[in-house]
């Protein structure tokens, strides 16, 4: 697929994203051998590295969504974040594991696991597609990550820009 015109670079192939993906899925399946996984997805970015992560694990997994809406839209600000669309199932009891697309300032994330460690899980942990750490603002847990990647907008692979190139099976960075 040729790239769009606002396109930059690539960092990650699809065969790359593929790739790591499958090692990713082998290290939870490991860390969480013998038990069933419930992995909570974040709307919508997340979705597309969910389904392929939940195809790389290979002990039993549930799934479950929930979509979040940010006061702030400027990216240089971060707002405050509130749930917009719950779970539809309690997490209690259950081995919980966060997939989200991209922890960035480290906001979305902390405030997610306070939300949902107040549900009684038997764990909670994190695992993101990308991880870009320069931009930390907050302390957020990440457990299992498949990327680090440096402080530029990035788009693919379920990452948008004003909810565009989601669909891009590469990961890639934004003439911005
Ligand atoms: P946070 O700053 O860690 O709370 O991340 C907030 C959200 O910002 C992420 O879940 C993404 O939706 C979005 N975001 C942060 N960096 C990027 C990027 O490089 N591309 C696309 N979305 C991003």
New binding site residues.
Partial sequence: MTPPPEIEKILFTEEQIQARIKDVGAEISEAYAGRELKLIS?LK??VFFLTALARAITIPVKIDFLA?S?FSSN?AA?GV?RISKDLDESLEGEDVLLV????????????LLHTLAGRQPNSLAVCTF?D?TP???VQ?PVRFRCFE?PD????GFG???NQLYRNLPYVAV?KL
């Fill in positions: 974040v970015g997340s979040i940010s990216r971060p974040v989200e697309d991209i922890v960035d300032t480290g906001l979305t994330v902390r405030y990308l870009k931009r930390r603002l957020a990647i530029r907008f990035v788009v990452l948008d820009y934004m």
